[in-house]
């Protein structure tokens, strides 16, 4: 069983930038491709970023170039770095872990972006 807790919502102004931060408890962190989904309101819930075992990375078109997602796995940890921000980007943020599907999902962190 793997527990994900997400931590660095907050409220910023467009053009600003926020760090993500997802820490995972259980073993076999490293083994897990991790990411990263959005829900805005109203909308369904959407891919954002994912990072594989081997440090892979796979980014949505409307975040590619503004956002980056990396781990760190002796903290158990994953990251997304949001840069150059958009009140399009204001959504809950959700941190999920697995092998071939996610299996496990975090409670999500608000990020509001004002225009």
Same mark, same amino acid.
């Given at each position: 069983?793997? +527990?994900?807790v997400?931590s !660095?919502?907050g409220?910023?102004?467009?053009?600003? #930038?926020?760090?993500?931060?997802?820490?995972?408890?259980?073993? #076999?962190? #490293?083994?897990?491709v &991790? !990411?990263?989904f959005?829900?805005a309101? !109203?909308?369904?819930?959407e891919?954002?970023? +994912?990072?594989?075992?081997?440090l #892979?990375?796979?980014?949505?078109?409307?975040?590619?170039?503004?956002?980056?997602?990396?781990?760190?796995?002796?903290?158990?940890?994953?990251?997304?770095? &949001?840069?150059?921000?958009?009140?399009?980007?204001?959504?809950v943020?959700y941190?999920?872990?697995?092998?071939?599907?996610?299996?496990?999902?975090?409670?999500?962190?608000?990020v509001?972006?004002?225009?």
């Open positions: 069983q793997v +527990q994900l997400e !660095g919502g409220l910023v102004q467009a053009g600003g #930038s926020l760090r993500l931060s997802c820490a995972a408890s259980g073993r #076999s962190f #490293s083994n897990y &991790m !990411g990263w959005r829900q309101p !109203g909308k369904e819930r891919f954002v970023a +994912q990072i594989w075992s081997g #892979s990375t796979t980014y949505a078109d409307y975040v590619k170039g503004r956002f980056t997602i990396s781990r760190d796995n002796a903290k158990n940890t994953v990251y997304l770095q &949001m840069n150059s921000l958009k009140p399009e980007d204001t959504a943020y941190c999920a872990a697995g092998t071939a599907d996610y299996h496990y999902w975090g409670q999500g962190t608000q509001t972006v004002s225009s």
